[in-house]
């Protein structure tokens, strides 16, 4: 059981003829024994870079990594005992999965044969490998090839786990199953993990907690939870959620509403100063159509009726932003229908225009 810390970790690439590239701005973070934090972000918001450092595949510009107090800053990788397994998974052609597996566990301990055998056998069990442990790594699909990749991240008994878009490869029924394997491994083995995704889905349902990342730079650190229902701010708000949240601008008023434009109000959860700029959120599945006259009248421009829940694209009178509102699976709507639309007061989301942070 570890626990791993980073303070102020930072990186600028410095290439020659290029302006630096800050990739991580004093990143501060601890993961508890046995938790599995998700790193959240889009393309080029520096999680590849984080997890290299950790990893002691890339040198830090500054800051601290702690494994359990001791700091591995200074430490090569090998000393590390970091188990990795990268998105190009790296597992060398020439060999067999059981090789590919040995070659890891032989590289690190000078452990005896038989050992090795072991501990190979009992990981294709627990992974689900046995069947292709005399397979060559070409012959083998993505999904095959990524498990192999943890496995073998696994085999060293790290005191850390770093997964860097682990199910990025599959497709969706096989990254469905995988990723339900990869809970039950991480949780059964109690290893301290960092996953590296884009993928907010993947993010959402592995994560103990998860550190939104935007620009090198941590956004919120929470539950899934504390992530989906109080964003920090507009961008950790659009960035988590399918459908997108709703993001309407508006204008805050004496009496707790905002003025989305002349005939349009909605009510805030909260008072605001009155003139103040602001966006408000709302979630797809925050908006429901009135079966009466309650609500604010809308035109509907298109509805995907889904088998679960169907999604229906709204335009309200008077203003110009669109609104994507969630709908009963049994709903039907066609172009240019009117309805009527409610939004949950209390589920709403206010952000300060200018700065984007939340003022819940
Ligand atoms: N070796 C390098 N030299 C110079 N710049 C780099 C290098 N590696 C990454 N960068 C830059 O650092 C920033 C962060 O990159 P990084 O790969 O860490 O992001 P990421 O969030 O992992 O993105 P992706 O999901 O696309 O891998 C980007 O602007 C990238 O172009």
């Known amino acids: 059981m570890t626990r791993l810390e980073l303070r102020e970790l930072r990186k600028t690439y410095r290439t020659r003829g290029r302006p630096p590239v800050e990739a991580v701005r004093g990143i501060d973070l601890t993961l508890r024994s046995g938790e599995l934090l998700g790193l959240l972000g889009p393309s080029g918001c520096g999680k590849s870079t984080t997890l290299r450092m950790i990893a002691g595949l890339e040198a830090v510009t500054g800051g601290d990594i702690l494994v359990d107090g001791a700091s591995v800053v200074r430490a090569p990788a090998q000393d590390r005992n970091m188990g990795v397994a990268f998105e190009n998974y790296a597992l060398y ?25 072991r501990k190979v056998a009992e990981i294709a069990e627990r992974v689900g490998l046995r069947e292709i442990l005399d397979a060559h790594p070409s012959t083998l699909s993505s999904g095959q090839k990524q498990r192999v990749s943890l496995a073998r991240a696994l085999i060293r008994e790290p005191d850390v786990l770093l997964l860097d878009e682990p199910l990025s490869h599959l497709d969706a029924a096989q990254r469905d199953t995988t990723r339900r394997e990869l809970k039950r491994i991480q949780r059964d083995l109690g290893h301290t993990t960092i996953l590296v995704t884009h993928d907010q889905e993947e993010a959402l349902s592995l994560a103990d907690r998860i550190a939104v990342m935007k620009d090198g730079v941590i956004q919120q650190l929470g539950t899934p939870y504390e992530i989906y229902d109080s964003p920090a701010n ?52 925050d908006l429901r159509l009135a079966g ?32 994507v509102a969630l709908t009963d699976p049994d709903v039907r709507l066609a172009h240019d229908d009117r309805v009527r639309v409610v939004a949950d007061r209390d589920l709403t989301q206010v952000f300060d225009a200018e700065t984007g942070d939340s003022l819940r």
């Open 292 to 323: 009466d006259d309650s609500g604010l009248p809308a035109r509907v421009v298109a509805h995907e009726p889904l088998l679960e829940s169907g999604i229906a694209t709204l335009a309200l009178d008077g203003v110009d932003r669109h609104l």
């Open 234 to 285: 507009v961008f950790v708000a659009d960035f988590v959620g399918e459908p997108a949240i709703n993001l309407l601008p508006g204008t805050a008023t004496a009496d707790a509403h905002a003025r989305l434009s002349d005939s349009v109000r909605l009510a805030l959860p909260t008072p605001v100063a009155e003139g103040r700029e602001l966006v408000l959120g709302i979630r797809p599945e």
């Open 93 to 117: 052609p020439p060999l067999t999965v059981a090789e590919n597996l040995a070659f890891g566990l032989r590289a690190r301990r000078r452990s005896a044969r038989g050992d090795v055998s």
